[in-house]
T-cell receptor, first 113, second 111 residues
Framework: DTGVSQDPRHKITKRGQNVTFRCDPI?????LYWYRQTLGQGPEFLTYFQNEAQLEKSRLLSDRFSAERPKGSFSTLEIQRTEQGDSAMYLC???????????FGPGTRLTVL | EDQVTQSPEALRLQEGESSSLNCSYT??????LFWYRQDPGKGPEFLFT???AGEEKEKERLKATLTKKESFLHITAPKPEDSATYLCAVPSYNQGGKLIFGQGTELSVKP
């Protein structure tokens, strides 16, 4: 069990650029979640997948955000035309069953200049 | 609306000074309450799951308890390495198991 991994760990970009993050869940986990966390706050839900199907998206996820999980394995989160307000820690988590424990990756810290 | 509130926001303790963190929740049908530890710049690390009122879980100097309205994380004789932010979360009842988090309690233990 190698845990949840995320890449890159840090990303600095200029406003208006597109960025893409990757998450590799624990191999046998069929649920994958994306959260966003800002300083001093708990993580906020963005979207989740069961296998390759994206089943829910938060209202926080504007049209500039898109997520995929091809083949039900790794997932990508893309942000188009980044804004300074997108600066945050983006966390990925995976779980084995509904309402089971979610295990988090180390996160990707995004800074938009 | 499902909601989780943690208190205090920050707690400073001397090494060996025991205390408790509080997590109050409002959710339509509790399907578990999770405690996580988060170190600066890292993802949350899973600590405990509690499923029913009266349940207790222990790990080293930490003990988590659950009532029908709140959960406590008791820290006995803390050490500096226990310094971290402690988060509690509940799964949203009708929304695919997404976690609703409190804002966290930032614990600092001084030697």
């Amino acid at each position: 069990d190698t845990g949840v991994s995320q890449d890159p760990r840090h990303k600095i970009t200029k406003r208006g650029q597109n960025v893409t993050f990757r998450c590799d869940p624990i191999s046998e986990h069929n649920r994958l979640y994306w959260y966003r966390q800002t300083l001093g706050q708990g993580p906020e839900f963005l979207t989740y997948f069961q296998n390759e199907a994206q089943l829910e998206k938060s209202r926080l996820l504007s049209d500039r955000f898109s997520a995929e999980r091809p083949k039900g394995s790794f997932s990508t989160l893309e942000i188009q035309r980044t804004e300074q307000g997108d600066s945050a820690m983006y966390l990925c988590a995976s779980s084995l069953v509904l309402s089971g424990e979610q295990f988090f990756g180390p996160g990707t810290r995004l800074t938009v200049l | 609306e499902d909601q989780v509130t943690q208190s205090p926001e920050a707690l400073r303790l001397q090494e060996g000074e025991s205390s408790s963190l509080n997590c109050s929740y409002t959710v339509s049908g509790l399907r578990g309450l999770f405690w996580y530890r988060q170190d600066p710049g890292k993802g949350p690390e899973f600590l405990f799951t509690l499923y029913s009122a009266g349940e207790e879980k222990e790990k080293e100097r930490l003990k988590a308890t659950l009532t029908k309205k709140e959960s406590f994380l008791h820290i006995t004789a803390p050490k500096p390495e226990d310094s971290a932010t402690y988060l509690c979360a509940v799964p949203s009842y009708n929304q695919g198991g997404k976690l609703i988090f409190g804002q966290g309690t930032e614990l600092s233990v001084k030697p």
